[in-house]
């Protein structure tokens, strides 16, 4: 009767005002079951769902009420004696003219984790609430640390929820967690509830593309920290295991790391591993160049060209894992009038093309003070999401988390969440990244790609093979976390010595061998024309081979020069029949012998 007298309420004001005026954006939280009025429990659910549903769902309409202006937010039931039936519930909702709506529950029967479900019988598009239904899902995992289940149609993994039947909000049903098995232990913790209540309140935001001025967060200013040893100490013979030690006030809930090698005095990685590494010290001949002046200068990289509205530095660099990347980088404008624009594109399949194939473009305005995120769809830009940013002439620090599997893509700058955006048919490979500006001239400095880790250890590969995280004798672990509150660490750093390595960090060569002893282009290649460029020798003949990633030979061929100079020969043929993927190139030349990794599309 109570929920009946509160929409007749509702109605009633809202027949003497305009929609807009009455709801904005309207929120119903759907705390589900209950008691009933007599005590009495007709669902036969655990005190612990009763309790930890309702909890979250008073927290989240307390942190909508005091962060989001603009939001209306109802719930279904405020107290612990009340059920409304789930006709009440859609009823309510319906009335309401609700924009999103959130079931809230707990899971049972042994497992673990957390799972969200959406109802292609609502009445609202299955690509809004199958959309809802991954935010939540993802923002679930993240703040609550929970495994992550499923994001899936009710009826293709259970039935149709009632609750969402017919429902006109865009609308999910969430499982927090298990409350028979050790989840129980943070459903019943008022600090992870806290979180939970969190994770609700982001996912809205980015649904809605519509910030509260509580951001989502908890309050919570204090920064985790992330230390890293070595098992068996800082001088290894070979693989070897990282241990990292994270803490946090609250909790961590993003982990990632870098292996670096030294060259001379500088630190790269093995792009063909996932990681990447320039602090531009000098220049890099890992990148191929396009438009726009790029140099070094006083230990930055400068783009001075100020006519050019596309300039380009491209580089190879993996991103097949699945797992989420962190790219980072510093960053100063020069310019102080124009468009001032500057950004990157990630997971680029094709950097020849103007708009590099298929990539996202994170993009900074100085002109307009936003920050906009542009999808490239075969090589044609298309806008995405866009948010304010206080952007000046001063150097900061840009970090860009994203997740190929999950299609979730949040950008920082000095550490403040800026955007967050979701793809619902995400990027799920790239082969390069890009660095970008519009009529600008920019400084960059502290290029850095991460990536993901799960545990708080981690084996690190080291060994001359070109498919190791290590390959010189001196090494570099580093580690950078971030809690759900959006604090990211300082960064924890390990030197390690690989003391089985010949090679001394003397001379100054990478895995593309920075002295043009020997380069292939274009890499990622089609496979119709690769230029292999190699200093030969005269009167020697020169193997080049071409292995699969676990070292089976596929093919090989041979050149022999009369005279030593610098060779360029093509050696499409030795990838000619072969699938797309990454393979592994070895040159023999003399006494020299030289790997490259080379990725055909």
């Not at 400084?443 to 799960?454: I, N, P, T």
Request: aromatic share 10%; proline share 2%.
């Amino acid at each position: 009767m109570k929920t009946i007298y509160t929409i007749i309420s509702i109605l009633l004001t809202c027949f003497f005002l305009s929609t807009s005026e009455c709801f904005g954006q309207v929120i119903l939280i759907d705390p589900g079951h209950g008691y009933a009025a007599d005590g009495s429990n007709p669902d036969g659910r655990t005190d612990t769902e009763h309790a930890t549903a309702l909890s979250v769902g008073l927290k989240l309409r307390d942190k909508i009420e005091s962060s989001c202006n603009g939001w209306s937010v109802r719930l279904t039931r405020t107290i612990r004696n009340s059920n409304p039936s789930l006709a009440q519930r859609r009823a309510l909702s319906n009335s309401l003219r609700a924009d999103r709506f959130i079931s809230i529950h707990c899971n049972a029967g042994g497992g673990t984790g957390t799972e969200t479900f959406w109802c292609n019988r609502s009445n609202s598009r299955d690509a809004d609430n199958s959309r809802f239904s991954r935010e939540i899902q993802n923002r679930m995992v993240e703040k609550g640390q929970w495994r992550d289940r499923r994001s899936v149609e009710d009826a293709s993994f259970i039935f149709h929820l009632g609750v969402l039947v017919s429902n006109n909000a865009v609308g999910v049903l969430n499982e927090i967690g298990f409350v028979d098995t050790s989840d129980a232990n943070k459903l019943l913790n008022d600090t992870w509830r806290n979180r939970f209540t969190d994770a609700y309140l982001t996912a809205l935001e980015n649904d809605l593309n519509s910030a509260c001025t509580g951001g989502g967060g908890s309050g919570d200013t204090i920064a985790p920290t992330t230390t890293i040893s070595a098992l068996g100490g800082n001088t290894q013979s070979g693989d070897f295991t990282t241990n990292f030690t994270d803490n946090d006030n609250i909790g961590v809930t993003r982990r990632f790391y870098q292996a670096l090698e030294k060259y001379g005095n500088n630190w790269y990685a093995n792009r063909g591993n996932g990681f990447f590494n320039d602090n531009f010290n000098i220049f890099y001949s890992g990148y191929s160049l396009g438009a726009g002046n790029w140099t070094i200068n006083n230990g930055h990289l400068l783009q001075s060209n100020t006519s050019s509205d596309n300039t380009k530095l491209n580089t190879y660099l993996s991103q097949n894992s699945g797992l989420p990347y962190l790219y980072e980088f510093s960053a100063k404008t020069i310019s102080t009038n124009g468009p001032r624009k500057f950004g990157i594109h990630i997971m680029a399949d094709d950097v020849t093309q103007s708009q590099r194939g298929n990539s996202y473009l994170i993009w900074f305005s100085g002109e307009d003070n936003r920050v906009r995120i542009y999808e490239t769809v075969n090589n044609q830009l298309n806008f995405r999401a866009i948010s304010d940013v206080s952007l000046d002439n001063q150097w900061a620090n840009y970090k860009i988390t994203y997740s190929p599997s999950f299609g979730a893509l949040e950008i920082f700058r000095n550490n403040t969440s800026l955007l967050r955006w979701t793809d619902t048919s995400p990027i799920k490979k790239g082969s390069s990244i890009s660095l970008r500006t519009n009529k600008t001239s920019v400084e960059f400095d502290d290029l850095k790609v991460y990536k993901f880790r799960a545990n708080q250890s981690q084996t690190i590969t080291a060994g001359s093979a070109v498919t190791k995280d290590i390959r010189r004798q001196n090494g570099k672990i580093k580690s950078l976390v971030r809690d759900a509150a959006g604090n990211w660490s300082l960064p924890g750093n390990l030197d390690i010595t690989i003391s089985s390595l010949s090679r001394q960090n003397t001379n100054l060569k990478d895995d593309t061998e920075l002295e043009n002893n020997f380069i292939i282009y274009p890499n990622p290649t089609t496979g119709n024309s690769i230029t292999l460029t190699y200093n030969a020798t005269a009167n020697q003949q020169t193997e080049i081979s071409v292995s699969d990633i676990t070292g089976k030979l596929i093919n090989k061929m041979y050149d022999t020069s009369i005279e030593k100079n610098q060779r360029s020969i093509d050696i499409s043929k030795l990838l000619k029949n072969t699938s797309s993927g990454n393979y592994i190139i070895k040159v023999k030349n003399g006494k020299n012998i030289f790997y490259s990794r080379i990725l055909k599309q």
